[in-house]
T-cell receptor
Framework: QQQVKQSPQSLIVQKGGISIINCAYENTAFDYFPWYQQFPGKGPALLIA?????SEKKEGRFTISFNKSAKQFSLHIMDSQPGDSATYFCAARGAGSYQLTFGKGTKLSVIP | EPEVTQTPSHQVTQMGQEVILRCVPISNHLYFYWYRQILGQKVEFLVS????????KSEIFDDQFSVERPDGSNFTLKIRSTKLEDSAMYFC????????????FGSGTRLTVV
């Protein structure tokens, strides 16, 4: 119940294309859903996050779509650039909990 | 931009030895965390620390692990007797307060147990 399932494991997108990464969860007590971007040798960096009371949040080229009834959320990267090549992790936090539960990560490669 | 600083960046230790991983969280942050990432796998929660005590810990955080905030700025993770399976990247993170859920992670310490 504490798991967050992330797909795909890896993704290759052409420059200018849309990258879509999906996550699903079981625990209905999760109340905060962030996405992290990680470059090799670096720690995860918060990209964008959403609470379950909204269905979509957009920040620049990054959009989270959230489907509460399906218990799914996804990250869309519009106009993907080679600099977006990184590993992306979805995560979730349970209400009243201090910890984040991470998905297994998606390695995104944006090719010119 | 404020950073979470971790030292050392890489530590090699022999099995059975004690290691201390060090972190300097962002100065006005109140919540502190350790996570680890075994190579190629997901980031896993170890422990959270608030108001000078552990607030939550995972099953991974057994008696071999301890945390301390000895001087109001540093935040340390000690592994008493390292095992081969402790080899991982260890990330420290901090969060400003209870209303703000965003973590800032450090760049990590790569621990290699041989």
């Amino acid at each position: 119940q504490q798991q967050v399932k992330q797909s795909p494991q890896s993704l290759i997108v052409q420059k200018g294309g849309i990258s879509i990464i999906n996550c699903a969860y079981e625990n209905t007590a999760f109340d905060y859903f962030p996405w992290y971007q990680q470059f090799p040798g670096k720690g995860p960096a918060l990209l964008i996050a959403i609470r379950p009371d909204v269905s979509e949040k957009k920040e620049g080229r990054f959009t989270i779509s959230f489907n509460k009834s399906a218990k799914q959320f996804s990250l869309h990267i519009m106009d993907s650039q080679p600099g977006d090549s990184a590993t992306y992790f979805c995560a979730a936090r349970g209400a009243g909990s201090y910890q984040l539960t991470f998905g297994k990560g998606t390695k995104l490669s944006v090719i010119p | 931009e404020p950073e979470v600083t971790q030292t050392p960046s890489h530590q090699v230790t022999q099995m059975g030895q004690e290691v201390i991983l060090r972190c300097v969280p962002i100065s006005n942050h109140l919540y502190f965390y350790w996570y680890r990432q075994i190579l190629g796998q997901k980031v896993e929660f170890l422990v959270s620390f608030y108001n000078n005590e552990i607030s939550e810990k995972s099953e991974i955080f057994d008696d071999q692990f301890s945390v301390e905030r000895p001087d109001g700025s540093n935040f340390t993770l000690k592994i008493r007797s390292t095992k081969l399976e402790d080899s991982a990247m260890y990330f420290c993170a901090s969060r400003v307060d209870s209303a703000n859920y965003g973590y800032t992670f450090g760049s990590g310490t790569r621990l290699t147990v041989v």
